[in-house]
């Protein structure tokens, strides 16, 4: 039981890394801006979703892919494709939100205490 608990963290670790080690392996040697690479990341996790195929590393990996940004594509494909079954096309622009809303709602919250706690400071050259 121990062991299974351990290889569900190295799995967990694994995954969440490699996918943090290509975005950042493609900031250091490409021009692409982080903006970007998060909309790929996104898109590559919501295709990979639409297929069904990011499942399988969801039930391989568990947090270690839900957690970064493909996982949030992944989601929005998801509440998408359960919505459609059930309110037909309508389900299709509000699933996606649906699924997701907790997350983003935590986010706001979240950034808008950091910024009222922490004060920006300009980058000197």
């Not at 290509?22 to 996790?45: D, E, N, S, W, Y």
């Not at 997701?100 to 009222?116: D, R």
């Amino acid at each position: 039981m121990l062991w299974a608990s351990i290889w569900m963290y190295c799995k967990v670790f694994l995954v969440g890394g490699a996918i943090c080690l290509l975005g950042q392996v493609l900031v250091i040697k490409t021009k692409i801006t982080t903006g970007r690479i998060l909309v790929i990341f996104l898109m590559i996790g919501a295709v990979l979703g639409s297929f069904g195929l990011y499942n399988y590393l969801v039930e391989w990996a568990g947090a270690g892919a839900t957690v970064p940004i493909s996982g949030f594509g992944n989601s929005l494909v998801q509440g998408s494709i359960k919505a459609v079954k059930i309110y037909g096309l309508f389900g299709a622009l509000a699933g996606g939100l649906m699924a997701t809303a907790g997350g983003i709602a935590i986010s706001i919250g979240l950034s808008y205490l950091v910024a009222f706690f922490a004060s920006s400071k300009t980058k000197k050259n």
